[in-house]
């Protein structure tokens, strides 16, 4: 059975549920503006990458990376692994900086272990962001809650000046999943 978002989401032509949480996550914080560069971790199956490809218009530069192909969208594409030793220089082949990093990475879910697996998910992205994210740029952060949430969010806020955590609406209830805004890199 579709929840409202997954119904809203097919009605308007977005690859999944999840481009609510960007919109609501763009909304509160004004994240997206024309003419960024923005970098997508884990952007299978394109829903946010939609989403930017629409406030961006023909401003700007896209780059999507994930392990699984993305098809039919005119965005830059990486089938890579974030976690390839690789990764910084094949991003720097496309653009040096970035405005904007995104991360909705998130692990197979298995059960007990995938707070400890989203975080490494979550510190790569942070790893990825502190290289190739320009001075003042933002980054958004999706992690499940776990026993080292809060000592990641420190860590983020001697990185950026302004660090949040909240649940967008169409997070599911049931989901530990939260999203962390890191605004302003130091």
């Known amino acids: 059975m579709q929840d409202k978002f997954s119904k ?9 549920r999840s481009v609510y949480k960007l919109q609501d996550l763009d909304k509160k914080y004004k994240l997206i503006k024309k003419n960024q560069k923005i970098l997508d971790l884990g952007c299978w199956p394109g829903s946010w990458l939609q989403y930017c490809q629409n406030k961006l218009g023909n401003t700007g530069l896209i780059l999507g990376i994930d392990k699984q192909e ?33 991360s909705d990475l998130a692990p197979k879910t298995t059960g007990t272990l995938d707070s400890d697996l989203s975080l490494d998910l979550s510190n790569r992205a942070l790893y990825i962001a502190e290289n190739v ?39 599911k209830k049931t989901s530990k999943e939260i999203y962390i805004i890191c605004l302003l890199k130091r």
């Open 70 to 102: 993305i098809l039919g969208l005119d965005v830059n594409f990486l089938k890579k692994d974030v976690m390839d030793k690789d990764i910084i220089s094949e991003i720097r082949k496309i653009s040096v900086d970035f405005d904007l990093v995104l």
């Open 133 to 171: 994210l320009r001075y003042k740029g933002n980054f958004l952060v999706k992690i499940f809650q776990g026993k080292d949430t809060n000592k990641f969010i420190e860590k983020l806020k001697k990185k950026f000046r302004f660090v949040k955590s909240t649940k967008p609406m169409a997070s």
């Open 8 to 16: 809203k989401a097919r009605i308007e032509g977005y690859k999944a």
